[in-house]
């Protein structure tokens, strides 16, 4: 196996216009290169990103220092990162270090052995298509506030293929820009390219994106169904839910019977951190009550751990895979294998700040993740990985591939 040669690192700029991680890593006749995203609703239980200068600094001296002249092999320089750092939380070497190095090892791997990414992680396994989560509008943290649900997402549950996933998505996203720009509210777009929220309240907007589905021709819940981010960490205060656009607070239980009762009155097959990342027993008590009938998705409270999925005890039964959220590959990896062994589902996470880097589509493709949240369907740093898995299908030879929509959210009408 190669021997690696060169280990370096950059800043750059995300797309929210911040410093971020770029790293190299090259063997003979072969170079891997990935940045480091970043969120804005984190997890406490996330690696801990350091300074961008100081990240660059220290995988350009004690990084490159102990890589050179190893053998190019993922798990043993993930784990030689993880004995680097030496603390729980990835702080010392910077999550944002530790994860641009762990990608840019892979993708020189993969470029050694002249593969594509997603087949250099798939080996003889058959692949398939993710399947899209696509965010029409959004809130949160993602749009200081304006709305207290962070993402108001489609799933295509009812298309046949990747492409026609987002071809179904194009549709609603022009949809609901003409709704707003009806009623004189569009006002360009929040940071994952989400349509800017100009609701009276969050239940406006599951309407709002219901009629868009209708307009553009499509069966709400046949055809295109609903996901939300709820991201109810960063709602949480004081021991009860905050929703400042209602000017209005929510006790757990008063959540609870409140997400009930969208469910019920709109398609909706996925809910995403519906409560804060500490209360596993609310997460349990709704996935008792709502786990048969829709998915229910840990993000900030799983932060791509394997123990914490694990240890669960059926408080989701879907885990969101975000790679700089752990650190590692090999850790993220280790998450899913743990996710499927407990039988949950799967979805492989951008963050909302990113860049051109499309790493994560291929880790989708690659492992055999069946879903995919990208962000919107505008802004390059999100396009860029739509298109890419356009490129990976067109690859695969779109029409002979099994595509998992229609089987992972049974049609609700
Ligand atoms: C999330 C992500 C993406 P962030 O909460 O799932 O929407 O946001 O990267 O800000 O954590
Ligand atoms: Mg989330």
Not at 12 to 38: F, L, M, N
Request: hydrophobic share 45%.
């Amino acid at each position: 196996m190669a021997k690696i040669l060169e280990v370096l690192a950059r800043r750059v700029w995300d797309s929210r216009g911040r410093p971020t991680v770029e790293a190299e890593v090259a063997v003979k006749g072969a170079r891997g290169r990935a940045i480091a995203p970043a969120g804005a609703s984190t997890g406490s239980g996330e690696a801990k990103s350091i300074d961008v200068g100081q990240a660059v600094h220290l995988v350009n001296s004690e990084i490159r220092s102990a890589f050179l002249g190893k053998t190019l092999e993922q798990e043993t320089l993930d784990q030689l990162l993880l004995s680097l750092d030496g603390t729980p939380d990835k702080s010392r070497l910077g999550g944002n270090a530790i994860v641009a190095v762990s990608l840019a090892c892979a993708h020189a791997a993969a470029a050694a052995a002249k593969e594509p990414l997603w087949r250099f992680l798939a080996g003889k396994r058959p692949v398939s298509m993710p399947v899209p989560q696509i965010q029409i509008f959004g809130g949160g943290a993602h749009a200081h506030g304006s709305m207290d649900v962070q993402d108001f997402m489609i799933i295509c549950t009812g298309a046949g293929s990747f492409s026609e996933s987002l071809e179904w998505t194009a549709e609603v996203y022009r949809a609901a820009g003409a709704r707003l720009a009806k009623r004189n509210a569009l006002h360009g777009v929040a940071d994952e390219g989400g349509y800017w929220p100009a609701f009276k309240s969050n239940e406006e907007a599951l309407a709002e994106l219901t009629g868009a589905i209708s307009d553009a021709g499509f069966e709400p819940g046949a055809d295109i169904a609903i996901a939300l981010d709820i991201a109810a960490t960063q709602l949480w205060r004081d021991g009860r839910y905050h929703l400042a656009l209602e000017n209005r607070t929510l006790s757990t239980d008063q959540l609870h019977t409140m997400l009930l009762r969208w469910i019920e009155r709109y398609p909706i097959v996925s809910i995403e951190d519906p409560f804060a990342e500490h209360d596993a027993e609310a997460m349990q008590s709704f996935t008792r009550t709502a786990g048969a009938k829709i998915q229910v998705v840990g993000d900030d409270f799983f932060v791509t751990d394997a123990a914490r999925v694990r240890d669960a005890e059926g408080a989701c039964n879907a885990v969101l895979l975000k790679p700089n959220q752990v650190g590692t590959l090999t850790e993220t990896l280790a998450c899913w294998r743990a996710a499927q062994k407990a039988g949950y589902g799967a979805i492989v996470s951008a963050r909302s700040g990113e860049t051109e880097d499309v790493s994560i589509v291929h880790l989708a493709v690659g492992w055999g993740v069946p879903q995919l949240k990208v962000g919107s369907f505008s802004r390059s740093e999100r396009m860029a990985k739509w298109n890419e898995g356009l490129r990976i299908e067109e690859s695969l030879g779109a029409n002979k591939l099994p595509y998992p929509a229609r089987k992972l959210f049974k049609a609700r009408g």
